[in-house]
């Protein structure tokens, strides 16, 4: 059982910068596969960022070179450094646990960027 709590999300300006945290409760943590997604109102949810436990990542084309996903097992906490943000960043962001079956997410964080 792992449970995700988010955090960090709020009203910034655009070309400004944010830094999202998700706290991970389970032992496990560290052998899984974090993720952040987000949903922008009228849309699906996409995937952001992810980054496996060995620390390899993944980004979504539309957040490379402003975003960096990181993972710090000590703390079992996943953030996601936002920089250089735009309007359309603007979503609920989601954090994501897998290891191979298992999946849980958040309960989402809000991010809204200003023009």
């Known amino acids: 059982q792992v449970q995700l709590v988010e955090s960090g999300g709020g009203l910034v300006q655009a070309g400004g910068s944010l830094r999202l945290s998700c706290a991970a409760s389970?032992?496990?943590?560290?052998?899984?596969?974090m993720g952040w997604y987000r949903q922008a109102p009228g849309k699906q949810r996409e995937l952001v960022a992810t980054?496996?436990?060995?620390?390899?990542?993944n980004y979504a084309d539309s957040v490379k070179g402003r975003f960096t996903i990181s993972r710090d097992n000590g703390k079992n906490t996943v953030y996601l450094q936002m920089s250089s943000l735009k309007p359309e960043d603007t979503a609920v962001y989601y954090c994501?646990?897998?290891?191979?079956?298992?999946?849980?997410w958040g309960q989402g964080t809000q991010v809204t960027v200003s023009s």
């Open positions: 994501n646990y897998n290891y191979f079956t298992r999946n849980y």
């Open positions: 980054i496996r436990n060995g620390g390899s990542t």
């Open positions: 389970g032992s496990s943590f560290s052998i899984g596969t």
